[in-house]
Every structure is written in structure tokens, then in C-alpha cells.
């Protein structure tokens, strides 16, 4: 079943054809992955002009695909969470299209994205990987720091998220505050590896909490406070101390409720998904964690994955398709900003 | 195109040749710290035009620079003293540097926002090039645009019709370089927008008063938004919240939502602004914004901000301090704008100060 699908909920204009699982094309309009090859650079959010970039986004994935439009069966749409503005240019292009060329459009919960993207395959259908229900999902990204029980291919369960702050926005907020620019992410991991994470001590956010809960305000302000307190000289010297520091406590507030959440949900299967998973110390923590309570982890297979993509919109889109989760009327769907897994699932 | 296989005992005539190359505008591929770059004379508008026409790269996107040193940097890059101890620690690394440009290097290296990307790589081969070869040199990736880089010659070769070849004057071959990651950024270019400055509008002192807690913060809110409510039966109504990193900006805005209603308020800073229905009687929506990442001008036109100022909409906006054209665009008497200031005494108390417009 081919599937052309479309994400714009934040920075990136994103649209993939998907068959069933297999990715046959993913197209990414705002290129960070290329900007970060060798001699890149971010580009600023004015790249946001998803309304200039929706149609040629779309023709570029079709064309990767060697197909038309008239071919495809169904079109899938992230309708939230994200940017108002941002959703409406793909939603609006979503139902214009499904109009036109009278297809079913599927709406997909832009976490529901997250959680399938684990599952998406190349074109020749690797990975193999099986779902097994319950599983435990962990979204962890600059917008979103959630614990959900994936039921079954269309029923999902919050049962923990954070109160203020993303974790991924923790670590680029922290990089900020010793000057190091944004994103922070990869370059708290880079410098961290180098440091030593027992140099300062930082309080574990939630750790009193027996909530599945996470917040990192508190943790912002100690960080803030400390960063403050240091001298100049003292803070270039300690740079990489302060990154391994920070990264530690980050990794083990979400470890702390991952266990948590392990232990009080019987589940066969773990999926991490989101930006911050492809930070290694955090896979390699995670890696040991479930090893304790003997079930598989899965990450997304590809880097391209981890991040905002509209492939995983598709792998999503196709389970709720066969479960019947689709829109005969496309003019019903409207952007929902702060969905959260409650609306068309 | 000529290539030639580089080994420790021909790198001086190497390097003379690549010198020779790069003086005359020509193209050369060389083994870096993280890919095989491609390597064109940063100073010049012919080589770099012959360098973009070999990428076919859309033209907004930017190309980093190599230099020789920190010395070297600063006559490109704009570093200030406190950058500058910072780069100390991180250069030479895996690293591109991200800083306001001088435009002395040719401007289609540079980004929208004016800025260059310099690299200072930890690799012999890169250091004794910068040394033979006195400017910049370009340090983007030996790969037609939109495709992976390359770690040998033999993969970069296939995947290049013979005129893009024709375009290459010389290639360094290394044989398989080891598979490092590609280079990390890192972007200390300061946001170029003109930030508020007391002077620029006329703010009138309403309420000064210490939070003591995150509870009293909220209350603080929420008896701020009952004394404003009639306004919105009129026009919009606007908090521009100022404050450090971890002042309770968010928490002000929580407590906001609690007077409407809405519990699920979570920090905007990814998406930009959340915008939450309310069922209160005076207000439709409350829209939060988080303008810690908007950057320009431009960052801000794509939010539409204008099409939100009406009746019954209440908008609160974390960092909008930072563009003081919100002001100008807020004032056109279609709203309400309250400019609420948070300070941190201590790890809990707030001193809260609250001006009208």
C-alpha cells in the first residue's frame, strides 16, 4: 500500500513515500543532516517557509519514488503536536490533496510517528523487526520527553511526560549557558566524553517524585547557578567537566524513570525514539538497564529516523489504515497544536 | 583531473602543487579529519563560483572555512573575548565554528544571517596546507550536493559524470580514511535582533512584589489576568515576560493557564509558540510563545503574530523582549501589553515587577 505522507510540524518541511513499513523516498527540506556534514552550517529558522517548500518537497519524494500521485493509495498528515502555522501548511496541503485526487487521508499523531519510526525498513525490507504488544515507548527530543504504553497498533497510554522542559531543550539550554551555542545536544555528548561527570554535583531532577513525571526547570537554575559562580577562566578550563556533568544528571533522571516505568508495567518490548536517542551514552545505559529486566530495546535504525521525518508518519499511517483510522471526508481534520495521543488513535 | 596518491615522502611536492592549483582558481580534493573535502581558494569569486558549480548546491546554503590558526579566524570571523577562551579549548577539533563574518572571504561562503562557518581541524594534512597555502581554503565535503560524503577516492569517483571530473584540477588520494564522524557545530553568532531598551517606549510602573515560591508566582499571574479580563472583550492582551534562564517564565505562564482551565502548559522553546482553547467566556485562546530561538526578522514573520491580535485572544511571550519590533508590531492599539520582569533573589524568591505600555 503506497503512502505519501507529510510532516511539517516544527523546522523541517518533510514528505516520504512509504509501501506498508519500506521507505521508498524521504525528503527533508531544511537539510541540518546535510549542513552537518563536513563544512556545515545550521540554518536559521526563517528556512521555516514550509509554504514554499511544500510542493516541490512533495515532488522531489514522488520523483525519488518514480511515482505519481495518481499512483499512491492514501495520504497521511501530521495533524500535532507542533507550530500552529507549520501544521496547517501540511494539513491544508494534505486535505487539498486527498480532494483532488479523492484518496483516504490518515491523521498521525506526530508521537505516533516517533514510536513507529522504529519499525520503518529500507526499501529491500530491513530491518526485520517484529511488534509485540504491550510495549514501552520512550520519546525523548527537544520538544518532548514522554513514557507511552504502546497497547496496540492504534491504542496508546501517556503515562509519563514532562511538566516543563524537554529533555533534549535541557541539554540545549545548558550549552547555551557556557556559551557553546544551539543545538547543544551533540556538542554536550562531543565535549562530555571528555569530562568528568563526578566534577559538579547537580541535583536529579524528580527524584523525590514517585510519578513517571519529568521536569528540568529546577535542574536549568542549579546548572545556571553554577555556570554563574564559576570564573571565566575557570569555566573554559572545566568545560567538558561541566558538559559530563550535566549529561549525567539528564541521563539519570530519565534512566531512574525508565526503570520505574520497566517495573511497574509488564511489557515484552522497549522502543527509545527521538533526537536525544542517538546520544550513546544514553543507548549504552539503556542497553544495560533492560538487560536487567530481559526484554529487547529497540532504537530507530537509521540516524535520518531519530529526528523530525515524514517517514515514520507513514509507517504509523499504515497501521491505522488497515484498522480503519481514516478520514473519508479529508475537510474534517484540523491541526490540533498539543495533541497528545488523545485524537484519531 | 589528476590524481595523485599522497604518502609521507611526496608531501612537499604536494603541497606545492595544490598551492599552485589553489592560487589559480582550480579545484582540489584532499583527506581531512572527518571526509575528503573539497578544497577551492576561499578569496576567490572564480574559484569559489567553479566550486559551487561543481556542488550544484541551492544557493542559500553556506560553506565553511579552513584556517591557520586563531590569528587567521579573526581577521574572517568577528570573536569576542570570551568566544575566543572558548575556542581555545575546543580548536584545533572536530568543530565548525559558527561567528558573524567580516565579508573578506567571497560572500556566497557566507549564510543568510551574514555568518561564516571557520573549521580548525586537529589533522596534520589541514595544518600543513593552511601553512603552504596563506588564505582560507573551502572546507566543504567532496560530494555532489545532497548526496554522503566520501572516505575514499574510488567511491567519490563513481558517483561523477566525466564533466564534474573535468572540473576537479587535482585529487589527494589518501586511500580509506577512518570513519570519524563529521564534523560537529557549534553556532556563537549572537541573534542580530535589536533588543528592547527601556528608552524605546513608554512603560509605566504598575506592581512590584517578591514570589517567594513557584505557587506564589502562579497567583501573581492569575491576579494579574483577572484585573485585565474586560480589555479582551476589546483587543488582545499581551504579557512580554523578561527573565534569565530558569526564572519561572513558564511557571508564570502556568499559572495563567491554571486561572483558564488549561493544565497541560509545557515549555514552546522547540515549536516556537503552543496555543491552547480555553472555555472561558472573555478569552478563545491563549497562544505561548518562546522566542528564545528566533534568530531575525524573518523568524518572526512566519508566526503570523498580526492575525492573532483581535478580541478574546490572550498572548504571552517568553524571551519577546529580545525583538523589540514585537513592540511596534503589538502597539497599533490592537492590544493590551503588560511587560512583566522576573529576577532571581534566591534559589526560590522572585522579585516580579510588572510595567504597562
Redesign the interface.
Known amino acids: 500500500m503506497l503512502i505519501l505522507s507529510i510532516d511539517t510540524?516544527?523546522d523541517e518541511t518533510a514528505v516520504a513515500v512509504t509501501k506498508q513499513r519500506r521507505v521508498l523516498s524521504n525528503v527533508l527540506f531544511s537539510?541540518i543532516k546535510?549542513?552537518?556534514?563536513?563544512?556545515?552550517?545550521?540554518?536559521?529558522?526563517?528556512?521555516?517557509?514550509h509554504l514554499t517548500k511544500i510542493e516541490p518537497a512533495i515532488n522531489l519524494a514522488l520523483k525519488r519514488a518514480r511515482l505519481n500521485l495518481k499512483q499512491i493509495k492514501a495520504l497521511a498528515v501530521t495533524f500535532g503536536?507542533?507550530?500552529?502555522?507549520?501544521l496547517e501548511v501540511g494539513v491544508n496541503k494534505a486535505k487539498e490533496l486527498a480532494n483532488k485526487y479523492q484518496k483516504p487521508l490518515i491523521p498521525v499523531d506526530h508521537i505516533e510517528g516517533h514510536i513507529n519510526s522504529v519499525f520503518a525498513q529500507n526499501k529491500a525490507g530491513k530491518p526485520v523487526r517484529d511488534f509485540s504488544f504491550p510495549t514501552l515507548t520512550f520519546i525523548i527530543?527537544?520538544?518532548h520527553t514522554e513514557l507511552v504504553l504502546w497497547q496496540n497498533h492504534i491504542k496508546y497510554k501517556i503515562i509519563g511526560?514532562?511538566?516543563?522542559?524537554?529533555a533534549?531543550?535541557a541539554l540545549?539550554?545548558a550549552a547555551?549557558?557556557?556559551?557553546?551555542?544551539?543545538p547543544g545536544g551533540?556538542?554536550i555528548e562531543?565535549?562530555a566524553k571528555k569530562g568528568n561527570p563526578n566534577q559538579y554535583p547537580l541535583p536529579t531532577p524528580m527524584l523525590q517524585h514517585k510519578s513517571l513525571d519529568f521536569s528540568y526547570?529546577g535542574l536549568?537554575?542549579a546548572f545556571?547557578?553554577l555556570v554563574y559562580s564559576l570564573s571565566?577562566?575557570e569555566k573554559?578550563?572545566h568545560?567538558?567537566d561541566l558538559c559530563a556533568s550535566f549529561q549525567a544528571v539528564v541521563i539519570k533522571s530519565l534512566l531512574i524513570k525508565l526503570n520505574l516505568a520497566l517495573r511497574s508495567n509488564k511489557v515484552k518490548a522497549l522502543i527509545v525514539g527521538g533526537g536525544v536517542s542517538d546520544n550513546k551514552e544514553l543507548r549504552k545505559q539503556i542497553r544495560r538497564l533492560v538487560k536487567q529486566h530481559q526484554i529487547r530495546v529497540y532504537f530507530p535504525p537509521l540516524k535520518y529516523l531519530t529526528t523530525d521525518n515524514a517517514a515514520m508518519i507513514g509507517v504509523a499511517a499504515y497501521y491505522k489504515y488497515q484498522k480503519g483510522i481514516y478520514l473519508k471526508n479529508p475537510d474534517q481534520l484540523d491541526r490540533i497544536?498539543?495533541a497528545?495521543l488523545d485524537v484519531y488513535v | 583531473m589528476r590524481v595523485i596518491k599522497l604518502n609521507k615522502k611526496n608531501i612537499k611536492h604536494i603541497l606545492e602543487k595544490i598551492k599552485l592549483i589553489l592560487v589559480n582558481d582550480g579545484l582540489v580534493v584532499f583527506p581531512s579529519d572527518t571526509v575528503y573535502g573539497l578544497a577551492a581558494n576561499a578569496l576567490s569569486l572564480t574559484a569559489v563560483k567553479k566550486l559551487l558549480e561543481f556542488k550544484q548546491r541551492p544557493k542559500e546554503q553556506s560553506i565553511s572555512v579552513v584556517v591557520k590558526n586563531f590569528k587567521q579566524a579573526k581577521q574572517f570571523v568577528v570573536i569576542s573575548l570570551n568566544q575566543q577562551n572558548i575556542l581555545k579549548t575546543l580548536l584545533p577539533g572536530p568543530y565548525t565554528i559558527v561567528l558573524p563574518s567580516k565579508h573578506k572571504v567571497i560572500k556566497k561562503l557566507e549564510a543568510e544571517d551574514k555568518t561564516l562557518g571557520i573549521r580548525f581541524p586537529d589533522y596534520w594534512f589541514t595544518q600543513a596546507l593552511s601553512k603552504a597555502f596563506p588564505f582560507p581554503y573551502t572546507a566543504t565535503s567532496a560530494n555532489l550536493h545532497g548526496k554522503g560524503p566520501h572516505y575514499s577516492i574510488s567511491s567519490l569517483l563513481n558517483t561523477l559524470s566525466e564533466k564534474k571530473k573535468k572540473l576537479l584540477d587535482l585529487v589527494i588520494d589518501y586511500g580509506i580514511l577512518p570513519r570519524h564522524l563529521p564534523s560537529t557545530v557549534i553556532n556563537l553568532s549572537q541573534p542580530n535582533l535589536p533588543c528592547l531598551r527601556k528608552g524605546d517606549f513608554q512603560f509605566r510602573l504598575i506592581k512590584k512584589c517578591v514570589s517567594i515560591n513557584e505557587d506564589q508566582t502562579k497567583q501573581i499571574a492569575k491576579d494579574l489576568l483577572k484585573k485585565n479580563l474586560s480589555i479582551l472583550k476589546e483587543k488582545s492582551l499581551i504579557f512580554v515576560l523578561q527573565g534569565d534562564l530558569g526564572t519561572g517564565k513558564t511557571i508564570f505562564v502556568k499559572g495563567l493557564g491554571e486561572f483558564l482551565g488549561i493544565n497541560n502548559i509545557v515549555s514552546p522553546t522547540f515549536v516556537l509558540y503552543y496555543e491552547y482553547s480555553t472555555k472561558h467566556k472573555f478569552i478563545n485562546k491563549l497562544h505561548h510563545f518562546d522566542l528564545y530561538r528566533a534568530k531575525t526578522k524573518q523568524d518572526l514573520k512566519v508566526l503570523e503574530i498580526e492575525k492573532l491580535l483581535k478580541p478574546k485572544n490572550l498572548l504571552v511571550f517568553e524571551w519577546g523582549e529580545k525583538i523589540s519590533s514585537i513592540f511596534s508590531l503589538l502597539k497599533a492599539n490592537k492590544a493590551k501589553i503588560l511587560l512583566v520582569s522576573l529576577k532571581e533573589i534566591s534559589a526560590e524568591q522572585r522579585k516580579i515587577i510588572v510595567y504597562k505600555l
Open positions: 510540524s516544527c537539510q546535510l549542513h552537518q556534514q563536513y563544512g556545515g552550517v545550521y540554518p536559521s529558522l526563517a528556512k521555516r517557509e503536536p507542533g507550530l500552529p502555522p507549520a527530543s527537544g520538544g511526560q514532562t511538566l516543563d522542559d524537554a533534549g531543550e540545549d539550554k547555551r549557558l557556557i556559551g557553546l551555542g544551539y551533540p556538542i562531543r565535549l526547570s536549568k537554575s545556571k547557578r571565566e577562566k573554559n578550563q568545560l567538558a497544536p498539543r497528545n
